[in-house]
T-cell receptor
């Protein structure tokens, strides 16, 4: 069964701290994995996209990793800011793009 | 900032009314998508289109219908709204199926 599981469900950290969000997927045959940031009441915005041959991708303070063997991905946020408070969604897509599976997201709260 | 627009942003209507949610993009993307998202939950694909005159049903069964008469326009229609249709509806587009999807701001629908 194609599915994406994210952990933790929610996370509270202090401003300036680092954090790592996890994603496990079972989409097959796997093509690519994306991380999106969704602010409350807004549409998701793409942070990174990685194919099965890539194992890391950075976008500013966001660094995503991918292990296609264990079917795991992580999103590391460095030196968090208040504006990082949002939901972070992991999305896996199969070859051909006919299946795009969204995770339920991790809700991140950054406190001053 | 992606050039994809949705109107209205918020809509409160009574049961039985017919509604159309508008989605337009100015990026010339062939692929367009409609997602339904309940608060704190994952996105579910309800409709997609590969181009003009192409419409397909997504993974989540929906009583809504869509049309794609022009590349830039992908409206979603509910013939008779019910309280169970209360949700957030997100429109997205991409240049290719395997590429990043750009999301609109969403329409929050409340059916009384």
């Amino acid at each position: 069964k194609n599915q994406v599981e994210q952990s933790p469900q929610s996370l509270i950290i202090l401003e300036g701290k680092n954090c790592t969000l996890q994603c496990n997927y079972t989409v097959s045959p796997f093509s690519n994995l994306r991380w999106y940031k969704q602010d409350t009441g807004r549409g998701p915005v793409s942070l990174t996209i990685m194919t099965f041959s890539e194992n890391t991708k950075s976008n500013g303070r966001y660094t995503a990793t991918l292990d296609a063997d264990t079917k795991q991905s992580s999103l590391h946020i460095t030196a968090s800011q208040l504006s990082d408070s949002a939901s972070y969604i992991c999305v896996a897509q199969n070859t051909g793009g006919f299946k795009t599976i969204f995770g339920a997201g991790t809700r991140l709260f950054v406190k001053a | 900032e992606a050039d994809i627009y949705q109107t209205p942003r918020y809509l409160v209507i009574g049961t039985g009314k017919k509604i159309t949610l508008e989605c337009s993009q100015t990026m010339g993307h062939d692929k367009m998508y409609w997602y339904q998202q309940d608060p704190g939950m994952e996105l579910h694909l309800i409709h997609y289109s590969y181009g003009v005159n192409s419409t397909e049903k997504g993974d989540l069964s929906s009583e809504s219908t869509v049309s794609r008469i022009r590349t830039e326009h992908f409206p979603l229609t509910l013939e008779s709204a019910r309280p169970s249709h209360t949700s957030q509806y997100l429109c997205a587009s991409s240049e290719y199926v395997m590429e990043t999807q750009y999301f609109g701001p969403g329409t929050r629908l409340l059916v009384l």
